[in-house]
């Protein structure tokens, strides 16, 4: 056996051992909500209520209700195009929309919102939101991967404040009132003031595309390009669950990420679905469940999801 023959060997049994993965077959249900528009987030604010939005790019932004745990949904439309996420302050939903506005919901269920326009490229889709007081707003948006901005305001959306980079950003979250993470194009940012400042951490190599942090410490990011990255340190190092996407391994593109502790955790994107009950050490790929796009998951517990995607995708698991 050639020297190079046997480096070659050793190196993909190393690729192949370091994320141990198994096929697994589960029972699930398709939820009709009767449209075919891509489905973009899924949250919930208890076991019973919660959202679903989505929205082509360029159409009316969808928003669809539960107050049963998704049995059965109502559906509602807003002034605004495709809504891309839904987060929750205070028992009422805030979403980021295509159109750059920044939605709100009162006591009496009616949506209003707050505009946001970058003073240099105007309004742009804001993938992801947070409240973190009633006054301190956050958003992230950017465009074609070359520029990307952090919106701020400290007065409840009356006006903006704008931190611009040269990442477009995909995801935002906040673990605490002070600290949290913006993740995107190459990139993975971090504040400890609320926002108000921003510093970029020591981390490359994907198109970060979602995060889900459970403390200050403990978090999962994972990326279009196939990786997962766990951080126990707040972001200081990385430990690499799964590389990026190379020619000796299955082609990954992930879209979501969620935990429910350091162990028990689903990772979903383009036609695949993988859960871990310890860490991310092994994974079962949930191997029948319906080709989609998966965008996002909501987890009741580790063995009840919902995932959203594309074309109007609902699977109950």
């Known amino acids: 056996m050639s020297e190079l023959y046997r480096y070659l060997l050793t190196l993909l049994v190393f690729f192949c051992a370091s994320c141990s993965k198994e096929k697994y077959d589960i029972n699930y249900e398709i939820i009709e909500l009767n449209t075919t528009t891509d489905l973009r987030s899924i949250n ?7 959202f679903i939005g989505g929205g082509k790019k360029y159409d009316i932004g969808l928003i669809w209700s539960t107050i ?4 059965t949904w109502q ?10 996420d839904i987060k929750f302050y205070k028992q009422q939903p805030i979403l980021g929309t295509t159109t750059g506005r920044f939605f709100f919901r009162n006591n009496e269920n009616n949506w209003y919102y707050s505009q946001t326009s970058h003073p240099e490229y105007g309004w742009k889709p804001l993938f992801a939101v947070a409240q973190t007081t009633d006054s301190n707003l956050l958003a992230i948006s950017g465009e074609g991967y070359y520029w990307g901005s952090i919106i701020r305001s400290e007065n409840g959306g009356e006006t903006w404040e704008y931190y611009t980079s040269e990442h477009q950003f995909f995801d935002l979250e906040m673990v605490t009132s002070t600290i949290g993470f913006a993740c995107g194009f190459g990139a993975v940012y971090k504040t ?49 669950i799964r590389k990026p996407n190379h020619f000796w391994n299955k082609r990954l593109h992930w879209n979501d990420v969620q935990f429910l502790n350091e162990n028990e955790g689903w990772i979903i994107g383009e036609n695949a679905v993988w859960r871990t009950q310890n860490g991310g050490e092994t994974w079962e790929i949930l191997d029948n469940l319906p080709q989609c796009n998966y965008r996002s998951i909501y987890l009741f517990n580790y063995q009840k999801a919902i995932l ?5 995708c609902v699977v109950a698991i």
């Open 44 to 50: 919930f604010i208890n076991e019973n209520i919660g």
């Open 192 to 240: 400890e003031d609320g926002g108000k400042n921003w510093q970029i951490l020591d981390l490359k190599g994907d198109i970060f595309k979602s995060m889900c942090f459970l403390t200050p410490q403990l978090g999962y990011i994972i990326g279009d390009e196939g990786s997962i990255l766990k951080t126990e340190d707040g972001g200081i190092s990385f430990q690499e």
């Open 68 to 71: 049963n745990g998704g049995t």
């Open 75 to 84: 559906a509602d439309t807003i002034d605004a195009q495709a809504i891309h």
């Open 308 to 312: 959203v995607g594309d074309s109007g």
